[in-house]
């Protein structure tokens, strides 16, 4: 089962489960939330994501132990790998760490989300369903894999939307990676700008990209702040993106056994900077973005420190810029498409396998 928390894609790994347990002859039924299933399983799966969702996971494990007593609650999934004695706390029977290795290399069961008929494409193939109207992909360094030429010339042979969910290295941007990249259809390029350092490559990746005919308002940059960096370290990186002519997607970073959102300050930032760089995403940015439109790189430009850069322009000013912005292709292409997730696939479903 998926716990209620917020996404928006599906739980591939129950959907490997699931083909699992098929295969083996179960019943299996996914949902999300907590929720009467209809019978009696054998077994309830439930999935987690980040350590600071922990609280809808304890919810649902709670539940389901209290509605099906006679059912064995398996907990697995990112935050019970991460956080397995905490991940106990739930009151489940037993929390699993890591991949389950019988599933990890089945094909995901599709049949369970709704309106996904059966039959296949090509070959990355074997996960593509005719209906999608996205491919999505979750790899973190896509270009580090070997195979990556086949992989973006069968993503080009099936023509279908991509998305680079998880970025690409722009340290590895070469000619030939961008020719491919430009027979690929995609609305935003993502990458990440983490350190002063590879200022250098990130500037590069923009201008081999764009001379091979990607516009640069498709390339968005996530930016790292909050980690070993400082304040005028982030107003730098953002500084250079906006003159580069790309647009940077601050990332907050958040130590990765946090049970709290938000809540890690690092001690080269206060609680006062973090909150400027809040305030100044909600109205100097777009979608929580800073696209590179002539006011903000402007004041950006003109700026000499960090807290000039990201004070705030007075009221009304936004709403003047934004008129301004929606009259160009290209704010109205920043203004829809640098937010982090898209599309409208919700869930509300949870994994169990019934013998």
């Given at each position: 089962?998926?716990?209620?928390?917020?996404?928006?894609?599906?739980?591939?790994?129950?959907?490997?489960?699931?083909?699992?347990?098929?295969?083996?002859?179960?019943?299996?039924?996914?949902v999300?939330?907590?929720?009467?299933?209809?019978?009696?399983p054998?077994?309830?799966?439930?999935?987690?994501?980040?350590?600071?969702?922990?609280?809808?996971?304890?919810?649902?494990?709670?539940?389901?132990?209290?509605?099906?007593p006679?059912s064995?609650?398996?907990?697995g999934?990112?935050y019970?790998?991460?956080?397995?004695?905490?991940?106990a706390?739930?009151?489940?029977?037993?929390?699993?760490?890591?991949?389950?290795?019988?599933?990890e290399?089945?094909?995901?069961?599709?049949?369970?989300i709704?309106?996904?008929?059966s039959?296949?494409?090509?070959?990355?193939?074997?996960?593509?369903?005719?209906?999608?109207?996205?491919?999505?992909?979750?790899?973190?360094?896509?270009l580090?894999?070997?195979?990556?030429?086949?992989?973006?010339?069968?993503?080009?042979?099936?023509?279908?939307?991509?998305?680079f969910?998880?970025?690409?290295?722009?340290r590895?941007?070469?000619?030939e990676?961008?020719?491919?990249?430009?027979?690929?259809?995609?609305?935003?390029?993502?990458?990440?700008?983490?350190?002063?350092?590879?200022?250098?490559?990130?500037?590069?990746?923009?201008?081999?990209?764009?001379?091979?005919?990607?516009?640069?308002?498709?390339l968005?940059?996530?930016?790292?702040?909050?980690?070993?960096?400082?304040?005028?370290?982030?107003?730098?990186?953002?500084?250079d993106?906006?003159?580069?002519?790309?647009?940077?997607?601050?990332?907050r970073?958040?130590p990765?056994?946090?049970?709290?959102?938000?809540?890690?300050?690092?001690?080269?930032?206060?609680?006062?900077d973090?909150?400027?760089?809040?305030?100044?995403?909600?109205?100097?940015?777009?979608?929580?973005?800073?696209?590179?439109y002539?006011g903000?790189?402007?004041?950006?430009?003109?700026?000499?420190?960090?807290?000039e850069?990201?004070?705030?322009?007075?009221?009304?000013?936004?709403?003047?810029?934004a008129?301004?912005?929606?009259?160009?292709?290209?704010?109205?292409?920043?203004a829809s498409?640098?937010?982090r997730?898209?599309?409208n696939?919700?869930?509300?479903?949870?994994?169990?396998?019934?013998?």
């Amino acid at each position: 089962m998926e716990p209620d928390y917020y996404t928006r894609y599906p739980p591939l790994g129950l959907l490997k489960i699931s083909t699992l347990h098929k295969s083996q002859g179960d019943y299996v039924k996914l949902v999300r939330g907590n929720k009467d299933v209809g019978f009696e399983p054998d077994m309830v799966y439930v999935t987690s994501l980040f350590t600071y969702s922990w609280e809808a996971v304890h919810d649902a494990v709670k539940f389901y132990k209290q509605r099906y007593p006679m059912s064995k609650v398996i907990l697995g999934g990112i935050y019970a790998s991460l956080l397995p004695d905490h991940a106990a706390l739930s009151g489940a029977d037993e929390v699993h760490v890591g991949l389950l290795p019988d599933a990890e290399s089945l094909r995901p069961d599709w049949d369970l989300i709704p309106d996904r008929p059966s039959g296949l494409l090509f070959s990355i193939k074997h996960l593509v369903e005719p209906s999608h109207k996205k491919v999505i992909l979750w790899d973190n360094n896509i270009l580090g894999n070997q195979n990556w030429r086949e992989i973006f010339d069968d993503l080009a042979a099936i023509g279908k939307v991509v998305d680079f969910n998880q970025g690409v290295d722009a340290r590895l941007i070469t000619d030939e990676v961008a020719m491919k990249l430009k027979k690929i259809r995609f609305t935003t390029l993502r990458m990440a700008y983490d350190y002063k350092g590879i200022g250098p490559a990130v500037k590069r990746a923009i201008e081999t990209l764009s001379l091979y005919g990607i516009p640069k308002r498709k390339l968005v940059f996530y930016t790292l702040f909050n980690y070993i960096d400082t304040p005028e370290d982030f107003f730098e990186k953002v500084r250079d993106l906006l003159s580069w002519g790309a647009t940077s997607y601050p990332m907050r970073f958040e130590p990765l056994c946090s049970l709290k959102k938000n809540a890690y300050v690092s001690p080269n930032w206060s609680k006062e900077d973090l909150g400027m760089v809040a305030a100044a995403r909600r109205v100097l940015g777009f979608s929580g973005a800073f696209p590179p439109y002539q006011g903000l790189l402007k004041k950006f430009m003109r700026a000499e420190s960090f807290e000039e850069a990201f004070k705030l322009w007075p009221r009304g000013f936004k709403k003047r810029m934004a008129k301004r912005l929606r009259h160009t292709s290209s704010g109205e292409h920043i203004a829809s498409k640098t937010m982090r997730f898209g599309g409208n696939l919700d869930w509300r479903q949870v994994a169990i396998s019934q013998h």
